[in-house]
């Protein structure tokens, strides 16, 4: 069974650090393009970054401030995200899926964590 198991979420000052984590169980997670996506209340989901072969995406909103990574001996994926501001709250979400490219939209990853809630207050 393919499991997603998140954590490192919490609540933070503006401008603090939080480092997200990731653990892929029942497979290889270098098989895998991984992505971090967040969705707030009343706003869709949002993929923030994701990796595969070395190549990795970022959205706008978060370029110079988050950073992907992957540790493929423990299967596990990061997010370290500095600078953070009050707009990152959201609840963020682990992904995985199979495509052959940096995959953007949510339904070409097969596989979800539970998602981790991370608040940053003012």
């Known amino acids: 069974q393919v499991q997603l198991v998140e954590s490192g979420g919490g609540l933070v000052q503006a401008g603090g650090s939080l480092r997200l984590s990731c653990v892929l169980s029942?497979?290889?997670?270098?098989?895998?393009?991984m992505g971090w996506f967040r969705q707030a209340p009343g706003k869709e989901s949002e993929l923030v970054a994701s990796?595969?072969?070395?190549?990795?995406y970022y959205a706008d909103s978060v370029k110079g401030r988050f950073t992907i990574s992957r540790d493929n001996a423990k299967n596990t994926v990061y997010l370290q995200m500095n600078s953070l501001k009050p707009e990152d709250t959201a609840v963020y979400y682990c992904?995985?899926?199979?495509?052959?490219?940096?995959?953007?939209?949510?339904?070409?990853?097969?596989?979800w964590g539970q998602g981790t809630q991370v608040t940053v207050s003012s």
């Open positions: 029942g497979r290889l997670i270098s098989t895998y393009i």
């Open positions: 990796n595969r072969a070395g190549r990795t």
């Open positions: 992904a995985a899926g199979r495509t052959e490219y940096i995959a953007t939209d949510s339904v070409e990853y097969n596989y």
